[in-house]
């Protein structure tokens, strides 16, 4: 059984960092997208980064391009979202999320795994 943990959120000050890690376990992921999504109050959850776990493609949300990065430790099976700059409204729960199937998307609605979020608040 698929499971994904979520750690290193927190209060930080507009213009710090944070790295949020994501703990995967319960199979390899070969072939699998792995995601970070995030949902302020009162919003839809919405799409920050993703990878390919085996060719390392990417894809940012263009408000986080520059800022964000989101990387992955093979032997640890774990991926990371290195975010720097941060501002007030980077504030949310981030989602670690993993697709079962190679193309690198958005939609989260393909997105099969979820973690249980973590809170990240950035103060101004």
């Known amino acids: 059984q698929v499971q994904l943990v979520e750690s290193g959120g927190g209060l930080v000050q507009a213009g710090g960092s944070l790295r949020l890690s994501c703990a995967a376990s319960g199979r390899t992921f070969s072939g699998y997208v792995m995601g970070w999504f995030r949902q302020a109050p009162g919003k839809e959850r919405e799409f920050v980064a993703a990878?390919?776990?085996?060719?390392?493609?990417?894809l940012y949300q263009n408000s986080v391009k520059g800022r964000f990065t989101i990387s992955r430790d093979n032997a640890k099976n774990t991926v990371y979202l290195q975010m720097n700059s941060l501002k007030p409204e980077d504030t949310a729960v981030y989602y670690c999320?993993?697709?079962?199937?190679?193309?690198?998307?958005?939609?989260?609605?393909?997105?099969?795994?979820w973690g249980q979020g973590t809170q990240v608040t950035v103060s101004s």
């Open positions: 990878l390919n776990w085996n060719t390392g493609s990417l």
């Open positions: 999320a993993a697709k079962d199937s190679s193309t690198v998307v958005t939609d989260l609605s393909r997105y099969r795994y």
